[in-house]
């Protein structure tokens, strides 16, 4: 399955420790990925935010490229676009990368 590096950033005045708004926004997706995230057969391998930096990298997998913008385009996904900016990209696995390495020899 397709792996997605999800990359988001916010200025330190949109950061959801200081700001209400998007602190709001942010809890209301976070109670609501799993089921999203079900809908669309994705699934979060990981996140981790780098608070230093208002800055936050979230790998998934997903069965294709449709459904990953599919769940991006869900209304409780959308509302965060207000206070955040996102970088999406396609990976592939270390032993993928191997695979391709040995294949091209």
């Known amino acids: 399955m397709p792996i997605f590096l999800l990359i988001s950033r916010h200025s330190p005045e949109n950061c959801d420790m200081f700001n209400e708004k998007s602190r709001k926004v942010t ?48 209304p409780e996904v959308l509302a965060t676009s207000a206070f955040e900016t996102y970088e999406i990209k396609p990976a592939i696995s270390f032993e993928e990368a191997v695979q391709m390495l040995q294949q091209a020899t």
Not at 37 to 52: E, R
Request: aromatic share 10%; proline share 2%; hydrophobic share 45%.
């Open 27 to 74: 809890l209301e997706l976070m109670g609501k990925m799993e089921e999203l995230l079900k809908k669309h057969g994705v699934k979060l391998l990981g996140g981790w935010i780098v608070t230093t930096e208002h800055l936050g990298v979230y790998a998934f997998e997903a069965p294709s490229f449709e459904a990953f913008q599919k769940l991006g385009n869900e």
